[in-house]
């Protein structure tokens, strides 16, 4: 019984060795097995691993992926007209020798990002001192971005090398500072409100210009036509006139007696017209009376009426 104990403890030490002495490296990973504390291997492909069982040795992993490094610095940046700009940007890299980056960064990314960024930081300075605001934004963009990976590689690949590689740095947004944001936004705000009470007077302006020429226009045509009018009409009465004369000149009593129904009708045009005159010392109303009636025919006057009232 004793025996078969100590045979499963023998096993399960064994195992236990075992297991230490075996490790996995992920594709994405580096293996970096260490002997009291010196680097002895680097494990570049992905497989099962031997090593010694700790103390002796230890193995520990790197990220072999690409890395993304992003800029979370909103300090100012002067251009070259002294403008202060915040530039946001990204970095794209990788390890490449993890025996270098172990010796110069150590084995944590997040200390090689921010030496990372520290240098990239540095050399966006100093391209952007180099140029104006209108270079940034549109015609040396690309070759503000390919200057500051040369210096980046330069730093990381010089006489003291890092074991990684810059694939590509890359400009986001590139932006005045906060502190001049709303200055220049009330300037465009001033400029466009210029522009607009400009436009608004020369549209009124033009509308008062229409609208004089549209009156006088007016006032043309209605002369005009009033004096077409005034024409038509004097040519019509003269036609009339010229008619009713050749039509009483034919027959005089009959012109007589229709000029006075013609009185008449203009006098009694209401029901409440009341007219006081003599029948029969009034010339108005001979047409009343008969062919011999009135004071110079001798005959017998008519009645007399005081008052007439249609």
């Known amino acids: ?13 064994a195992l236990a060795l075992l297991s230490s002495m075996l490790f996995v490296v992920d594709q994405r990973q580096f293996g970096v097995v260490y002997a009291l504390g010196q680097i002895r291997e680097v494990i570049t492909e992905p497989g099962l691993n ?27 940046v002067l251009t ?32 090689g990002a921010n030496r990372l960024s520290n240098v990239v930081r540095s050399a966006f300075n100093q391209e952007v001192n180099k140029r104006t605001v209108r270079d940034l934004l549109s015609t040396q963009r690309e070759q503000l971005m390919a200057d500051v990976k040369a210096e980046v590689l330069e730093q990381v690949k010089g006489s003291q090398p890092w074991g990684i590689d810059v694939i590509d740095v890359r ?21 466009r409100r210029r522009v607009a009470n400009e436009l608004r007077s020369t549209g009124a302006a ?14 043309v045509i209605i002369a005009n036509a009033y004096r ?21 000149g034919r027959d005089p009593q009959f012109a007589q ?15 409440g017209d009341l007219l006081v005159v003599d029948p029969n010392g009034s010339e108005f109303f001979r047409a009343f009376r008969g062919p011999g009636s009135g004071a110079g025919a001798g005959g017998g006057s008519a009645p007399a009426a005081p008052a007439q009232r249609r």
């Open 171 to 191: 400009v986001t947004r590139v932006d005045y500072s906060e502190a001049i944001t709303e200055s220049v936004y009330r300037r465009m705000e001033a400029e």
């Open 1 to 13: 019984m004793n025996r078969i104990g100590f045979i499963g403890a023998a096993a399960l030490v």
């Open 206 to 219: 033009e509308s008062e210009k229409i609208r004089a020429d549209a009156d006088r226009q007016r006032e």
């Open 80 to 111: 070259a007209e002294k403008q202060p700009v915040v530039i946001d940007w990204y970095v794209r890299w990788r390890i490449t020798d993890p025996t270098l980056y172990i010796r110069t960064v150590g084995l944590d990314e997040a200390t």
């Open 257 to 271: 007696f229709y000029r006075s129904l013609e009185a008449y009708r203009a006098t009694f045009n209401k029901r």
């Open 50 to 76: 031997f090593k010694l069982p700790p103390p002796f040795q230890n193995v520990s992993y790197i990220d072999k992926r690409l890395l993304n490094l992003d800029s979370n610095d909103t300090t100012p």
């Open 228 to 248: 077409d009018a005034q024409k038509i009409k004097g040519e019509g009465d003269a036609q009339a006139a010229s008619v009713y004369g050749d039509a009483f």
